[in-house]
């Protein structure tokens, strides 16, 4: 079993529509959690970082952390064209060191 | 955030040659990470250069095949030794928090190998 599975898609929407991204992960000494939006050729950009369970918001990106059922969640509204890329889960702990873990990425494509 | 300059950012390699990718930081970093990310695949890590002292390396990879220099706490290489087609892949260099890592990484734009 892999520590962090994510449906790598591809996720096609139509502009405006509420994307929804998720992540289950298998180690409970996660602490942090966060998402990186990689655009083609590019390196993965930072997009949410959130410590523990709880919600975070951020203009149109919502991240959601439930540690009891190791679930976390990304939330885009009103989704535009600009955020087709690549949406990669990670989370860090201390489990003998600190070591961020990926998720395989899930591809995004909103039509306009 | 820190601004990082990755070089090359794409090659042509021929088997059994190797290849220098440079990683510069535009200020002082504490962690710095080299991943591999494979096609359709998730970020791996590949070690961790340490300014000073030799990288740690993670599980399936070996110094003799990625030997890593950090000469100051700005600058990294990665090398690629004995290139195969296997090799081929996207190297990403990756700076923690300065204060020490919680997760937060910033990478750099990549550098595309393809071994022929």
């Known amino acids: 079993q892999k520590e962090v599975e994510q449906d790598p898609g591809p996720l096609s929407v139509p502009e405006g529509a509420i994307v929804s991204l998720n992540c289950t992960y298998s180690n409970s000494a996660f602490q942090y959690f966060m998402w990186y939006r990689q655009y083609s050729r590019k390196g993965p950009e930072l997009l949410m970082y959130?410590?523990?369970?709880g919600n975070k918001e951020d203009g149109r990106f919502t991240a959601q952390v439930d540690k009891s059922s190791k679930y976390i969640s990304l939330f885009i509204r009103d989704s535009q064209p600009s955020d087709s890329a690549t949406y990669l889960c990670a989370m860090s702990g201390f489990t003998g060191g600190f070591k961020t873990i990926f998720g395989a990425g899930t591809r995004l494509f909103v039509k306009a | 955030s820190a601004v990082i300059s990755q070089k090359p950012s794409r090659d042509i390699c021929q088997r059994g040659t190797s290849l220098t990718i440079q990683c510069q930081v535009d200020?002082?970093?504490?962690?710095m990470f080299w991943y591999r990310q494979q096609p359709g695949q998730s970020l791996t890590l590949i070690a961790t250069a340490n300014q000073g002292s030799e990288a740690t390396y993670e599980s399936g990879f070996v110094i003799d095949k990625f030997p890593i220099s950090r000469p100051n706490l700005t600058f990294s290489t990665l090398t690629v030794s004995n290139m195969s087609p296997e090799d081929s892949s996207i190297y990403l260099c990756s700076v923690g928090q300065s204060s020490g890592s919680t997760g937060e990484l910033f990478f750099g734009e990549g550098s595309r190998l393809t071994v022929l």
């Open positions: 200020s002082q970093v504490t962690m």
């Open positions: 959130t410590y523990s369970s």
